[in-house]
C-alpha cells in the first residue's frame, strides 16, 4: 500500500533592507538571499490536511550580517543564523530527504522556487530539484481575493481570508500554513 498522495508549500526569508520590496531589491548590494526556508507537507485531497513541516536557517553568504530592518520583520537574529544557520547545499540536502518524493508539486506565494534556483547560482553551487517542480500560486490566490498580486503578503493572508493566523509574519512555516490554509480555500470553491 503505497503513500497517500501530496503536495508541499515553500515559504522562505530572504535578506530585505527598509525599502527593498518597493525597489525589488534593485539598491545597490541588495540581493534576496536565503536565510530561512520553510515546508509544510499536505495530503492531496479534499482536507489538504497538514502532515508535516519543516524549517532550516541558511547563513547568507553575500550579505552575512543581517539588516535591523529584516530582524525586526522576520525575529530571525543574527545569532540564530549564526549559531543553527547551515550552508545552502546543506539546507537543499535537508530540504531534499524531507521531501522524499521527488515528484511531489511544491507551491509558494510568488517564485520562492526560482529565487532558490538564482541563490544556487548566484553563489556557485548546483541545485538540487527540478524548477517545474515549483508552481507559483499567488496570481490564482490575488483574483480569489480580489487583490493585486503586489497588494499583500502570504502573511496577509489570515486577515484576507479570516482565520487566525498560525504563527508570527514573516517566519517561513507560519507563512507557508498561511498559504495552505488559502489552497483550501481555494479547493473549497473549486479553485484548486
Not at 68 to 79: H, K, R, V
Not at 87 to 108: P, V
Not at 143 to 163: C, M, Q, V
Not at 175 to 189: K, M, P
Request: include cysteine; charged fraction near 20%; glycine fraction near 8%.
Amino acid at each position: 500500500m503505497g503513500q497517500e498522495p501530496r503536495i508541499a508549500v515553500l515559504d522562505m526569508e530572504w535578506t530585505s533592507w527598509e525599502g527593498a520590496w518597493t525597489r525589488g531589491w534593485s539598491g545597490p548590494g541588495e540581493f534576496r538571499e536565503v536565510v530561512e526556508i520553510g515546508l509544510v507537507t499536505l495530503s492531496d485531497d479534499v482536507a489538504l490536511t497538514e502532515v508535516n513541516h519543516f524549517q532550516v536557517y541558511v547563513r547568507p553568504i553575500l550579505n552575512p550580517t543581517l539588516s535591523t530592518y529584516f530582524i525586526n520583520l522576520t525575529g530571525i537574529t543574527q545569532a540564530t543564523v549564526d549559531s543553527k544557520g547551515v550552508t545552502l547545499t546543506a539546507a537543499q540536502e535537508k530540504m531534499h530527504r524531507y521531501l522524499e518524493d521527488a515528484s511531489m508539486d511544491i507551491y509558494s506565494h510568488g517564485q520562492d522556487g526560482e529565487h532558490l534556483r538564482l541563490n544556487c547560482e548566484r553563489i556557485g553551487i548546483p541545485f538540487l530539484f527540478e524548477p517545474e517542480r515549483f508552481i507559483n500560486i499567488n496570481i490564482a490566490i490575488g483574483e480569489f481575493i480580489g487583490k493585486s498580486i503586489s497588494a499583500y503578503t502570504s502573511s496577509d493572508l489570515s486577515a484576507e481570508l479570516g482565520f487566525d493566523p498560525p504563527g508570527d509574519s514573516h517566519t517561513a512555516v507560519a507563512d507557508c500554513r498561511c498559504v495552505a490554509e488559502a489552497l483550501r480555500a481555494l479547493r473549497r470553491a473549486g479553485k484548486f
